[in-house]
């Protein structure tokens, strides 16, 4: 069913004529006594490469396999296309899963393996050939097809475990961490492989990963979850520069985004960042504020950071580096700001002024660089 399809009887009230590709509604999963999938609402559309994100153990693989009809869910919806899906057999769901062990079977060809799907539901030798030419031309495996799974290499078999996915056309790719047995390199090549597939077919895709790398490069859009629930939901973009509170403003970014604990001292109206004095002409974004004690901590990403005059007494925050981590292309300065446990993380162009180890530096960002969070983490502007 496409986009602009009218929503059949008994779909969720939402008021909306485009139906989405895969929608939850209070997705509830439990192992046990213990809550896995914590009420989840997610709209996913039509040809979005949809990247659910996450620690390990924070329950993307679940909800994934419940898409896929792998588990049952305890409570609330699933929707695929405008059927309700999660009273379905995983098989009439029209969805495809790719694992991350690949789980090809060893005694068949590749082009067997490839085809298994459609011979099983009865196609004729002719178009389940002819489709297995297709998804090869796609992934540029047509020299492979006669091999078996032993003599192909990590990236060729997940090749293969894609390919076996686009034969059986499903309405829905379900990927779960496809690309965490590959090196980085053969990583870095099958993430330009999956855009250009997700380009070619213009499938909807749902990708499960830990790696926010491999989430902001691949996403159309990022869900975020933590301990079974959504955090925020949105682009790359939208996550990165807006993140709705601290912990998915440190989730991305490498290093993460520096969190400096701001306490307002109330009695003679001045602001600290551990024993430092900080005044608005050191950092701009305190003269933004809404109410200075609402006000927790501000967030700095380490490329945020502009370096001051280290003579200049009030501009900017006085630290010191601790140590220079080279990474070629740039530099982390982890800097120590008196009486704050935690260093700042400063990243700084390899092919410009590096400070050494033990230098004095003032550092300071502009005010549309920082983020403000209140106690509780949760974002203020
Ligand atoms: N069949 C099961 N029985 C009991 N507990 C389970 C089962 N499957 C998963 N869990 C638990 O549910 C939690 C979430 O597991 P899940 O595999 O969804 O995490 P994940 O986010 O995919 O983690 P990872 O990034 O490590 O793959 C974990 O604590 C896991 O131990
Ligand atoms: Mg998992």
Known sequence: MGVGTAPAAGCP?????????????????????????????????????????????????TLLRLIA????????????????????PPAERRVAMVFQNYSLYPHMTVAQNMGFALKVAGESKSATREAVGRAADILRIGHLLDRLPRALSGG?????????????????????????????ALRGEMRHELLRLHEQIGATIVYVTHDQTEAMTLGTRIALLRGGALEQQGTPLELFNHPRNQYVG????????????????????????????????????????????????????????????????????ACTVNWVENLGDSVILFCGIEGEADPVAVRRP???FVPARGERLRITASAANCHLFDRQGERLC
């Open 250 to 317: 440190s989730f991305l970014g490498s290093p993460p985004m520096n969190q400096l604990r701001l306490s307002w001292r109330a009695a003679d109206r001045i602001w600290q960042i551990g024993a430092l004095t900080v005044s608005e002409g050191m950092l701009p974004a305190l003269s933004t504020l809404p109410a200075p004690e609402s006000v927790g901590a501000i967030g700095v990403r380490p490329e945020a950071w502009d370096l001051v005059d280290p003579q200049a007494a009030d501009a900017g925050l």
């Open 69 to 88: 009809g792998l588990e049952t869910l305890d409570s609330g919806e699933i929707w695929i296309g405008d059927e309700r899906a999660d009273r379905l």
């Open 350 to 352: 390899a092919s410009g």
């Open 156 to 184: 060729e078999r997940q090749r293969v475990a894609i390919g076996r996915a686009i034969v059986r056309k499903p309405r829905v790719f379900l990927f779960d961490e496809p690309l965490s047995n590959l090196d980085a």
């Open 13 to 61: 009230a939402s008021g909306e004529r485009i139906v989405s590709a895969v929608r939850l509604v209070k997705v509830r999963k439990s192992f046990g006594s213990e809550p896995i999938v914590r009420g989840i609402d997610l709209d996913i559309p039509h040809g979005e490469f949809m990247v659910l994100v996450g620690a390990s153990g924070c329950g993307k693989s």
